[in-house]
């Protein structure tokens, strides 16, 4: 019951305003929070012509006319403030509503799908791949924010329709993207939001990072926090998207010396396909609705991790090796320390004189070259700076394991304490 003044007006109260949104035949229902895009939508017809689900500036002015007609109320801040309240209590998450909607028949398709539409090989490790991706996708709508840091990565098979496949994959065009050119656009995470796959089309936002650390912190990070047009002030935005990549080119991994854990690639073979993903658009839908529905049912059992089998990751890592970048600075440096004749480097020594650069190195250029030594199986780190040439001076860095001489015999610290030596000889 709408609350009147002594005259008979309907008052102008918060309390009048929410009656109405939710009682008015023209208004009720209307008003939804969207858990996926985090905005506003309309989710029925009010009468007038719209182009957007979510709610804009010209459906508040044509609110604020039906309102201000019919009831004599034509406050928009307050419509506008009510109608958040209202929509947040009528909350839905569309794409979690889409799976559920799906039952399972009970066919496996997930174990088939790459190969049926792309031509890859039917093996444990493309069907574990396939999973991991897509039970990820569903715990990242189902917990938004949790941590799922892979990239499900199609190469190969130009033409076999891997760009269409991640489409579809994302069940509505409108859930999908492969506008990410670039991982340090102002603009990166306002693309993100609202979106479930996003693909990198030839890799090409992560070839145009400055390093793959950049790349690295960019699909480990679980929220991202920015301040929309119509936020007073900056907001968490916990992900519920997954990231996906594709390239024609076999040799698209990051240098990552560190492993690359983070990209799964898949090779894909046009000629091995049973069906090209667009010969019948509605069939290879309906095949990708019955993925979902399984991955859902594996979801649900509990019985699924975040992260490929222990077993298979020595398999990863064989596999990922034909698609690894040529590591030059690797080699330059290798060749550098075969002719070498002193007993120990640094990592500004190699910077300049096996890199050939000037100036000193940035950091992540120091990680690089330190990743590279701590990996050479002839030298030895050591963390107690020592003397260097000019202009290097005292710096940590490596020893040939013979430097220490051939009589060399380590000691306790006990006895370094009887001898009483300087304890930082103990961090040799």
Not at 17 to 32: E, K
Not at 68 to 75: A, F, I, P, V
Not at 262 to 275: G, H
Request: hydrophobic share 35%; glycine share 6%; charged share 30%.
């Amino acid at each position: 019951m709408l609350e009147s003044t002594e005259k008979g007006e309907v008052r102008k109260t918060v309390g009048n305003y929410r009656l109405i949104l939710m009682n008015d035949p023209n208004l009720q229902g209307a008003f939804r929070l969207n858990m996926f895009t985090d905005k506003i939508d309309i989710t029925r017809d009010l009468g007038w012509y719209r182009e957007s689900d979510s709610l804009t500036d010209v459906d508040l002015k044509f609110l604020v006319v039906y309102l201000e007609k019919h009831y004599g109320l034509s406050n928009e801040k307050r419509i506008e403030d009510v109608i958040k309240v209202v929509a947040n209590e009528n909350r839905y998450h569309p794409v979690l509503d889409r799976i559920n909607s799906i039952t399972w028949d009970g066919w496996e398709r997930i174990r088939y799908a790459l190969h049926h539409f792309l031509g890859a090989e039917v093996s444990e490790y493309t069907y574990e791949v396939m999973k991991l991706f897509m039970i990820g996708t569903i715990a990242r709508i189902s917990c938004p924010g949790i941590k799922f840091e892979v990239m499900l990565c199609l190469v190969g098979g130009q033409g076999a329709g891997k760009s269409t496949f991640l489409r579809f994959l994302a069940m509505e065009d409108d859930w999908f993207t492969d506008d990410l050119k670039k991982m340090d656009d102002d603009n990166v995470y306002r693309k993100i939001q609202g979106h479930l796959i996003i693909e990198f089309p030839e890799m090409v936002a992560i070839l145009n990072a400055k390093n793959v650390e950049d790349t690295k912190s960019f699909m480990s990070r679980q929220k991202d926090t920015y301040k929309t047009p119509y936020d007073r002030h900056p907001k968490d935005h916990k992900r519920q998207c997954v990231f996906a990549g594709s390239s024609n080119s076999l040799d698209f991994l990051p240098m990552d010396r560190s492993g690359n854990r983070r990209f799964l690639p898949i090779l894909c073979n046009m000629e091995e396909a049973e069906t090209h993903i667009l010969d019948d658009e509605k069939t290879s839908r309906e095949y990708i609705d019955q993925m979902w529905a399984e991955a859902m049912e594996i979801y649900r059992s509990g019985k699924c991790q975040l992260r490929l089998p222990k077993e298979m990751e020595k398999e990863l890592c064989e596999y990922q090796k034909q698609f690894m970048q040529e590591d030059t600075k690797k080699e330059l440096i290798l060749d550098y320390l075969e002719h070498y004749e002193g007993s120990m480097v640094c990592s500004r020594q190699l910077y300049s004189e096996a890199l050939g650069n000037d100036g000193n190195p940035a950091q992540w250029e120091i990680r690089e070259i330190n990743d590279i030594m701590n990996n050479c199986s002839n030298w030895i780190a050591f963390s107690n700076p020592r003397h260097f040439p000019e202009p290097y001076r005292r710096q940590k860095g490596w020893e040939k394991p013979d430097n220490r001489g051939q009589d060399f015999q380590p000691i306790t610290k006990e006895q370094m304490e009887q001898l009483s030596l300087p304890p930082e000889w103990m961090e040799r």
